[in-house]
């Protein structure tokens, strides 16, 4: 299963483009940042922090790096289908306009939205779909519940760390 995930997240981290010409460090580091924020606000402080390590670089001209990437196409996606797609099309960064400063600073202005959005934030917590779900096996999230650093499956905190 993860050879799956992992093969999954390297595609995901090859889907994303360059840029047309390269990125100011400080940009990247700022939609980082703006990511962690917003990260904690909708998921809680349980979660790890994207970390980005741009080798003191001035100017990053190769594709974002996988570790902010995958993470935030992922969170984008995500954001399609809470709240029954209630915020679908409210919140949306594609993929493709990551590709300069300007579409970084787009990103990052999105993820300010989405962290002043308390309806969004509790949707992001509520279980998705419904019915009464079976308890989870011990380390294991509750299906339908915030993910915490504790509720992870072994496997799901490797896959977070090598993001």
Known sequence: ????????YDAMASAAPAPKKPYTAKTVQTLVDTFNETLD???????????VDLKGAERWP??????????????????????GGKFAGKYTVAPDELVDDTGLRMAAGQLVRMGNDAALAKAMQE???????P??????????????????SPEDQEMMQSM
């Open 41 to 51: 606000k909708l998921g809680g402080q349980d979660l790890p922090n994207v970390e």
């Open 127 to 133: 279980p998705m779909g419904g019915g009464a779900a």
């Open 62 to 83: 190769e594709p974002l790096p996988a570790a902010i990437f995958v993470p935030l196409v992922a969170l984008f996606q995500a954001i399609e289908q809470v709240g």
């Open 1 to 8: 299963m993860m050879d799956k995930e992992r093969a999954r």
């Open 135 to 152: 308890a989870p096996e011990e380390g294991e999230a509750p299906e339908g519940k915030a993910m915490t650093r504790g509720a992870m």
